[in-house]
T-cell receptor, first 113, second 111 residues
């Protein structure tokens, strides 16, 4: 069981470039999440998906798009990266039981210059 | 709007000290409160609390929920350098499975 995996681990982009962050979980969880973490800001939800085929905006969705490809995979796309998107990005999943703990991936450190 | 506030923002202690971290919440239709530890990478789950006054314990770490005060504390006794981390508190939003996180408390334990 790999749990939640994310690729890449690190990425440097120039302003205006695009990229997709990949996330996969092998725990058969229904819900998946994308967060960003900035110093002093805690974890902020970008998008989430309650089940395959559904996605919903979180607190900070601007500049991002997501795709829930199947039950296992949930990708996050930056269409035109901006320096304000420099952050650490975490993917997480949840079995679907309300109020239970989320399981996190190892994170992607993204720098936009 | 749901809110989770943690204090202090950061803390430096020496090995062997006992620390108390605080978390207060304002959440509609409260269901649970979760504590996570984040070292260099992903947050890892510590405790989930649903009932007031019941202490959850794991080794030197323990946590209690006070529903009347809308708060929780995380205690760490006999701290070790390996306890150095960011401790995050979170509460599920009133609807769905989204979590509201606090900004975290950064704990540094010096030898």
């Amino acid at each position: 069981n790999a749990g939640v995996t994310q690729t890449p681990k690190f990425q440097v982009l120039k302003t205006g470039q695009s990229m997709t962050l990949q996330c996969a979980q092998d725990m058969n969880h229904n819900s998946m999440y994308w967060y960003r973490q900035d110093p002093g800001m805690g974890l902020r939800l970008i998008y989430y998906s309650a089940s395959e085929g559904t996605t919903d905006k979180g607190e900070v969705p601007n500049g991002y798009n997501v795709s829930r490809l199947n039950k296992r995979e949930f990708s996050l796309r930056l269409e035109s990266a901006a320096p304000s998107q420099t952050s650490v990005y975490f993917c997480a999943s949840l079995p679907g039981l309300a109020g239970r703990e989320q399981y996190f991936g190892p994170g992607t450190r993204l720098t936009v210059t | 709007e749901d809110k989770v506030v943690q204090s202090p923002l950061s803390l430096v202690v020496h090995e062997g000290d006992t620390v108390t971290l605080n978390c207060s919440y304002e959440v509609t239709n409260f269901r649970s409160l979760l504590w996570y530890k984040q070292e260099k990478k992903a947050p890892t789950f510590l405790f989930m609390l649903t009932s007031s006054g019941i202490e959850k314990k794991s080794g030197r770490l323990s946590s209690i929920l006070d529903k009347k005060e809308l708060s929780s504390i995380l205690n760490i006794t006999a701290t070790q350098t390996g306890d150095s981390a960011i401790y995050l508190c979170a509460a599920p939003k009133s609807s769905g499975d989204k979590l509201t996180f606090g900004t975290g408390t950064r704990l540094a334990v010096r030898p």
